[in-house]
């Protein structure tokens, strides 16, 4: 057994993207914050890979990047081939499936098995796939974190879309979540983010609520930070959707945003992108907003701090969240914030007309009449931003994320839990 001030960690995440979504960020942060206490990690990632601190082990598990952002649902040539999963992962892709989670975790069973012993415990980063449970029979020991039930993604999509073909297709995409539910109910521990998160996780993917344990994230302090040098863009709103898809909530937000241009000046930075013909593409058409609305993405997070910055109200118009990492970069920025009540949310955010403007989701008019008042009430933008600072730095740190999280790690490898 290790000792128990030093634990070798393999942390994985079958994508590791920094810019979009929330698994590059925290790999980055727990991997380094962990490290900081004096454990020994190692990340496993597979594309796009992560951006890590200096000095932290990094092993890249390259598989066929089929969703690439220069060339998505590519078709690989013949010579990228270089075993049966790389055939399995683009057979999965050609019958509309997503393959990721299932084949990273069949290179990590590879992986790891051949070198057990060199770990204390691996650390699976909502990946989920059979390969999880292949190490587990080799003998390592292995937690989860699980963000939040991908069921709900799936629902929410299915649920906003008319079209029968995409609706099949749809289901077919999100398949993945049934090996993930089935996975996680045998993990010997779940890490989620959220009391929303767990017990979502017990109800929708059936893992046993003594399995789970709820360690709060948070976000780099050195970076989002004040920034008082920076001057506000007058009527500037910054809202982050790392994709382009229904339970982001963009839709809403941009009629909420037409709304407020008939009575005052506004203008809007989404980081994320409209997809070709998509909801939110056709709905900046419809409303004629391509002169209010700016998309941006690919930028590191200095950038997203100075979006921050120069923003007089930031927006998290989420129909679901199982944390919210841009609410809280919002809220650690010194931004008035208006988010919905939907997930997590009021958890991070805290209390409406205390730390934040929380509104129903997908309520247009309710987030139109938030925003507008924000931007009109400049006392109350300097209330609200004030309280949420505080908040953010007393409640949410890595530093006592990676204490919980080592912590788990330490119960499943004293006890050898089953």
Excluded at 35 to 63: C, D, K, M
Excluded at 73 to 81: A, M
Excluded at 111 to 124: I, N, P, R
Aim: proline share 7%; with cysteine.
């Amino acid at each position: 057994m290790p000792d128990s001030s030093a634990l070798r960690v393999a942390l994985l995440s079958y994508r590791g993207n920094p810019y979009s979504g929330g698994q590059g960020v925290y790999v980055r942060q727990l991997s380094a914050a962990l490290t900081s206490l004096g454990h020994r990690v190692t990340v496993f990632a597979g594309q796009p890979y992560p951006h890590l601190e200096n000095g932290i082990p990094f092993v890249a598990v390259p598989s066929l990047d089929l969703y690439r952002a220069d060339d998505p649902f590519r078709t690989p040539g013949l010579r990228e081939f270089r075993n049966w999963i790389d055939v399995l992962e683009y057979a999965y892709l050609c019958t509309a499936a997503f393959p990721e989670p299932l084949t990273f975790s069949l290179r990590m069973r590879r992986l790891l098995a051949a070198q057990a012993g060199s770990f204390d415990v691996v650390h699976d980063n909502q990946c989920l796939g059979w390969g999880m449970l292949g190490l587990r029979r080799a003998g390592l020991p292995v937690v989860a974190s699980v963000h939040h039930a991908v069921v709900i993604d799936r629902d929410f999509e299915i649920a906003r879309e008319r079209n029968l073909v995409r609706r099949l297709t749809l289901r077919r995409w999100y398949q993945f979540h049934n090996m993930q539910d089935r996975v996680a109910r045998q993990m010997q521990r779940v890490i989620t983010v959220s009391e929303k998160s767990r017990r979502d996780i017990v109800e929708r993917m059936g893992v046993d609520p003594t399995r789970v344990r709820v360690i709060p994230i948070a976000v780099d302090g050195t970076v989002f930070t004040p920034q008082p040098a920076t001057p506000r863009v007058p009527g500037r709103v910054f809202a982050v959707a790392s994709a382009d898809v229904s339970l982001k909530g963009v839709v809403p937000l941009l009629h909420a945003i037409a709304a407020i241009r008939q009575r005052r000046p506004v203008e809007v930075v989404i980081l994320g992108e409209a997809r070709p013909n998509g909801a939110v593409a056709r709905t900046m058409k419809q409303l004629g907003l391509s002169d209010t609305v700016r998309f941006m993405r690919g930028v590191d997070e200095a950038e997203v701090a100075r979006q921050y910055a120069q923003a007089e109200v930031a927006v998290v118009p989420s129909l679901y969240e199982g944390f919210s990492i841009p609410a809280l970069q919002a809220m650690a920025s010194g931004v008035p914030l208006v988010a919905t009540t939907a997930g997590a949310l009021p958890e991070v955010a805290g209390a409406h007309g205390e730390t934040a403007l929380l509104v129903p989701p997908g309520d247009a008019a309710a987030l139109a009449e938030a925003i507008g008042s924000l931007l009109d009430d400049p006392p109350l933008r300097i209330r609200l931003s004030e309280a949420a600072l505080r908040r953010s730095r007393e409640r949410f740190s890595w530093e006592a994320t990676a204490r919980a999280t080592a912590d788990v790690y330490r119960e499943v490898v004293r006890k050898r839990l089953p």
